[in-house]
């Protein structure tokens, strides 16, 4: 048993690529987290991003069509308000993040750092993926923390993920262009039935390696789905110098 998780926990992390703490974070601090975002979406308050920028199947063509101004993620989390700082930064999380890294923990602000958003209608959905394939370190350890501010079901785009598809080896032709598996390739059609949904409640936490296949779908509800979402690294496993992991700063965690 270690102060902050069990070893069960700490093995299934390891096997499976993802933990999740419920009720990690208080109801009304995410009550608060949720009032900061909503005034941040309603007056536009950058930096963001807008889902014609993601531009995945379903986005709207241009800033100028219909649902064009669907932000997909209000960015710069940390630098964006105190109580997302004091969430990245926490004591438990940070403790809990250094028995899983095995190292020295730092947050890196090039990554996530967001507050995402999907947005009823126009919000896409992310078919099956890794966050290692547009991040560039010494090496594949990362670990991504992701808080719901609310219910993230099937029926509003609640993440799924592949248990224990960060240990994979990859065969070529298994990913496009853009580091997406392929869904006409059979290998991975027998990849997709292992896909479990990972369903949250407001202030439960999941943890997940950054080599975790995992996808989304579209929100059918009414309500903009919210949640927080950092990305932590080890402090021998260094961004690549001159590469976008390396050029917006981190935070080492005390």
Known sequence: MTPTMTET???QFHRDGYLVFRDMVAQEVCSSMLAVAACDLQAVVPPLEYETEVGYPGAPASIEAEGGCTVRRLRGAYARHE???SLATDAL???RLQVLINDEVVLSLAHHNCVMTKHPHYGTATGWHRDIRYWSYARNELISVWLALGDEVAANGGLRVIPGSHLLHLEAGQLDALDFLRPDVAQNQALFKRGVAVEL???DVLLFHSGL??????NASEQIKTSVVFAYRGASNP???GSKSATAGEV???
């Open 9 to 11: 926990q700490i093995a």
């Open 83 to 85: 109580i997302f700082r």
């Open 93 to 95: 999380l940070a403790r």
């Open 201 to 203: 409640h407001a202030g």
């Open 213 to 218: 296949f995992h996808s989304a779908g579209i």
């Open 239 to 241: 961004p690549i110098a």
């Open 252 to 254: 080492p965690l005390a």
